[in-house]
């Protein structure tokens, strides 16, 4: 398992102003289970949660510019494609895909041409 990018942020500065997962899951009214699993996935992060982690950092003097990255670390947990239950071959067809969009920014033709057919 690997974080997710709210993990890595959220963890990153829990370590960095040297506090528990226990102190930020009680602040944020949850479990340390709880929060480990939003930090990795496997439970479903919502914005709720990512202004909680943002008021619990914040009350320990983070700054705003390290708050808004924690908050755009959030959105793009919230965005990502949860691959968990998915085949090998579909797993792999995501993440190709995924890659294919990072290099060119747009869905390959042949793509485009199959959600046009499929509509």
């Given amino acids: ?9 959220a963890r ?5 102003l ?5 102190q930020m899951a009680d602040a944020m009214k949850m ?3 709880h929060l480990s699993a939003l930090e990795y996935g496997d439970k479903k992060l919502n914005e709720d949660h990512i202004e909680a982690a ?3 950092f914040a009350q320990y003097g983070v700054a705003k510019p390290v708050l808004d990255e924690l908050r755009e670390a959030g959105a793009k ?3 990502s494609v949860n691959t968990k ?5 579909a797993r792999a067809m995501v993440y190709a895909f995924a890659r294919k969009l990072q290099e060119n920014g747009k869905p390959p033709a ?4 199959w959600l046009k057919d499929r509509k």
């Avoid at 040297?18 to 226990?22: F, I, P, T």
């Fill in 18 to 22: 040297d506090l528990a997962l226990k």
């Fill in 110 to 113: 042949a793509i485009n041409n």
């Fill in 54 to 56: 943002v008021c619990f």
């Fill in 31 to 33: 479990s340390s289970a």
């Fill in 77 to 79: 947990s919230i965005e």
């Fill in 1 to 9: 398992m690997r974080l997710n990018e709210f993990g890595k942020k």
């Fill in 85 to 89: 239950e998915m085949s090998a071959d």
């Fill in 12 to 16: 990153l500065l829990r370590m960095e």
